[in-house]
């Protein structure tokens, strides 16, 4: 069967847009080739810096025919729609239709039409255009002659209505062959914006840029690796990565390996050379940070450090070059090593003066006076400029400094909870953002935190409260590692729980795939911080609090305790303890009835929306932590606020759910909460409580007896957090409901007895509500 292969030959194309540019250039010519009708055995893409290759294997040489049925009017039908009917389907005639019957509608017309297939090189011709002239590129440009405006005389353009092809870079040539592995192979000459596809490639712009004719795929390959060029990214990825091991460890250093920048390099060159460049010595006084990140983003080379040193870097760099030089490279090697070195005296430069002082520190003195700040210290005056420059924090949302005195007043709520020092915690919250004022920080925005905790390590604050300045940003992702100790986990909850109930207020939630604040991470970074550290976190008084916070310094309506208004409707939403706890020193402000109306409409709408994100990220985490997603719909309820809780009980009842006292406790749940929502979807009367005056019959008795104790020792075994044993004690009822469902009708000809009998099986259902509801569980 033949093979097709196509090249997109252009100007260099960014490199991190080639990976999904191949991605979808095969995803755009397989669909639209199988839309034609054609099939074929596989297809794999290709990119360089200069061009997307695309080789399909297998490619049918033409699409099958096609045999339609055309239904048409009745017989009877006026001779306009017959005559419709026949144009539609091509006859000439009525009598080269058929009559079908059909028992309701009566006779009709039938058309079949054979429609032909097509060649493949017909159908290729016919869909390429219009997928390059659709390509869907991130940015794209226009070049040539066709792209002149109207009146600028060039090429004898104007006046004609051509629209000019829009491309990454300029488009230089059409590669497009098809035929079978052992034949001769034709060319399919589709013609775009002047552009006509051939079998004429080109190789290296520098080492062979002659033109190299091509018939298949893999003569395509061998010709342009004579020419100097690597088609398959991967593969030039493993070169690089494994000359530049080889020649650091030639030079008794270690390759900082970076997978990033691997896949980004890989895409500025076709011929990778591998390098090794030098600075002074005396650029490593900067922190390894910056100058790693110095090194990659401006001449996206790697760095090296000595063999076995881990937190030392070298005063060498490894360059990936896309020529092979005939002096070794020295030439090459000088010019970038004069641009790593400029690159770092602007670093050292930006070290040096994060640790002096600021020049105007009189201005910062109510700053400073706010946040307990001692101007004698380099970080602390950064944290009284970001405070007194007003620096926006989110349009909505205030300021940077409005901000750290929301995490801060929370922050204290929470330290308590953790078991952190609570002065250690405000220390570190009102220098977490103090380095986004450093001029290290912001050359390199990714190093926030990092630098904030180097920064107070040389004004000597506290080890805490360093780490915490860095670690309050983790985890950034299910992989990241969570914060070092109880000041850092503090200030990251807290940090953390101030994002999302920001946005939540101001109504800025992630919609589908789309969270630009990414508050989807934040809230995964709290549940992992509770889980995996094993901290119980009231989040309902939590989320309430820090809504107060926010509405306080944002100058919205706060909750407040001191009216039966909206205590009682906090007391209904589940908040009551928050009556004597919530921001008492806004109770002046707030006595206006409208404003408690307001307050207590918007916290219902929002503060439970969020506590449901926070059990929607829960669900990912304990799924991928391989839960079942029955169980954990069974002790996940709405009103769920202590996650740590709610893992140990999916825990405990994963391990429970297979054991034989496990399947009686499921059994036995079972069959008295389907018979009792039965009735109760019926509408049938069920006490509100047990009457043992109505208890007629021994197995009732005896069932209303176990109901009792296993309560009792389920509820102690709760409190104690030991669900085992809570699940243990209810797995007792098995043997007492399979007897009073042997003796006892429950639908008794007495109302009252029937209701008392359903109010029996609802003591079950609540009794079991403690641990799990049973019946989410499958199997």
Avoid at 740 to 761: G, M
């Amino acid at each position: 069967m033949p093979d097709l292969l196509l090249e997109l030959r252009s100007e260099e194309i960014p490199a991190r847009m080639q990976r999904k540019a191949a991605g979808d250039l095969k995803k755009m010519v397989t669909d639209a080739l199988v839309d034609a009708g054609l099939t074929y055995e596989g297809a794999r893409e290709y990119w360089t810096p200069r061009r997307l290759t695309l080789d399909i294997r297998g490619l049918t040489a033409r699409s099958a025919d096609i045999k339609e049925e055309k239904k048409g009017p009745s017989v009877s039908a006026p001779q306009g729609a017959i005559d419709g009917f026949l144009r539609g389907a091509g006859l000439t005639s009525i009598d080269q239709a058929i009559v079908k019957t059909d028992p309701k509608k009566g006779d009709f017309y039938v058309a079949y039409m054979e429609k032909p297939g097509r060649a493949a090189e017909e159908i290729i011709a016919d869909v390429m255009p219009g997928i390059i002239r659709t390509f869907p590129w991130p940015k794209s440009m226009r070049s040539g002659f066709a792209s002149m405006p109207k009146g600028s005389g060039y090429g004898g353009i104007e006046g004609k209505g051509m629209e000019s092809l829009r491309w990454v870079r300029p488009l230089q040539s059409i590669v497009c062959t098809f035929g079978p592995e052992h034949d001769e192979v034709q060319v399919i000459p589709f013609e775009i914006d002047g552009i006509v596809a051939s079998n004429i490639t080109y190789g290296h712009r520098f080492h062979a840029p002659d033109a190299i004719t091509v018939r298949r795929f893999d003569d395509y390959v061998t010709s342009l690796e004579r020419a100097k060029v690597i088609l398959d990214a991967e593969r030039r990825k493993d070169m690089i990565l494994h000359d530049a091991r080889d020649i650091a460890f030639a030079n008794g250093l270690e390759l900082v390996e970076d997978d990033g920048l691997l896949e980004e390099v890989s895409g500025l060159v076709e011929w990778p050379q591998v390098l090794l460049g030098t600075f002074e010595e005396d650029y490593l006084s900067i922190p390894a940070e910056i100058i790693r990140l110095t090194i990659k983003t401006n001449q996206k080379c790697f760095v090296v450090r000595p063999q076995g040193e881990s937190d030392k870097l070298s005063n060498h760099f490894i360059l990936i070059s896309n020529i092979q030089a005939t002096d070794g490279g020295r030439e090459i090697m000088h010019g970038n090593g004069k641009v790593v070195r400029a690159r770092l005296s602007d670093a050292l430069h930006f070290w040096k003066r994060d640790q002096g002082d600021l020049p105007d520190l009189d201005t910062l003195k109510a700053s400073a006076a706010k946040f307990d700040l001692d101007l004698r210290k380099p970080l602390d005056q950064r944290m009284a400029k970001l405070d007194a420059l007003n620096v926006t924090f989110h349009a909505k949302l205030g300021t940077q400094g409005e901000r750290v005195a929301r995490i801060r007043e929370l922050a204290k709520v929470l330290a308590p909870i953790v078991g952190a020092d609570g002065a250690l915690v405000d220390r570190a919250v009102v220098l977490a953002k103090a380095d986004l004022r450093t001029e290290a920080v912001g050359e390199f925005p990714e190093l926030q935190g990092a630098m904030g905790r180097k920064y107070a390590v040389l004004q000597g604050e506290d080890a805490s409260v360093a780490a915490a300045i860095e670690d309050h940003w983790k985890p950034n992702g299910p992989s990241d590692r969570l914060p070092e100790d109880k000041v850092g986990l503090t200030v990251a909850l807290a940090d953390k729980l101030d994002t999302l109930v920001g946005f939540w207020l101001i109504d800025e939630k992630p919609t589908g795939s789309k969270d630009p604040y990414a508050l989807r991470r934040s809230a995964l970074g709290i549940v992992r911080i509770l889980l995996e550290k094993k901290l119980s976190l009231p989040l309902k008084n939590v989320i309430a609090r820090a809504f107060g916070f926010s509405q306080a310094t944002l100058g919205m309506l706060e909750l407040i305790k001191d009216t039966v208004h909206v205590s009682k409707k906090l007391g209904d939403l589940g908040f009551s303890r928050l009556a004597d706890e919530l921001l008492p020193e806004l109770k002046e402000r707030l006595n206006d009835p409208a404003r408690r109306e307001a307050a207590y409409v918007q916290f219902k709408s929002q503060a439970p929306d969020l506590l449901s994100f926070f059990h929607d990220r829960l669900k990912v985490y304990l799924r991928d932590q391989g839960a079942r997603h029955d169980i954990i719909d069974a002790v996940l309820t709405p009103e769920a606020d202590d996650l740590l809780m709610v893992a140990r009980k999916a825990e405990a009842l994963t391990a429970f759910i297979t054991s034989e006292d496990g399947l009686n406790l499921l059994a036995g749940t079972k069959r008295a909460t389907q018979l009792l929502a039965a009735e109760e979807k019926k509408g049938t009367v069920v006490a509100d409580g047990v009457s043992e005056a109505l208890l007629k019959l021994d197995a009732e008795k005896a069932l209303f007896a176990a109901i009792q104790s296993a309560s009792k020792s389920a509820a102690e075994a709760v409190a104690a957090e030991d669900f085992r044993s809570a699940m243990q004690a209810l797995s007792t009822l098995r043997g007492p409901v399979d007897t009073f469902f042997e003796d006892v009708l429950v639908n008794d000809e007495d109302a009252a007895i029937r209701a008392n009998r359903l109010a029996l099986l609802k003591a079950i259902r609540e009794a079991t509500a403690t641990v799990a509801d049973f019946s989410k569980i499958t199997g």
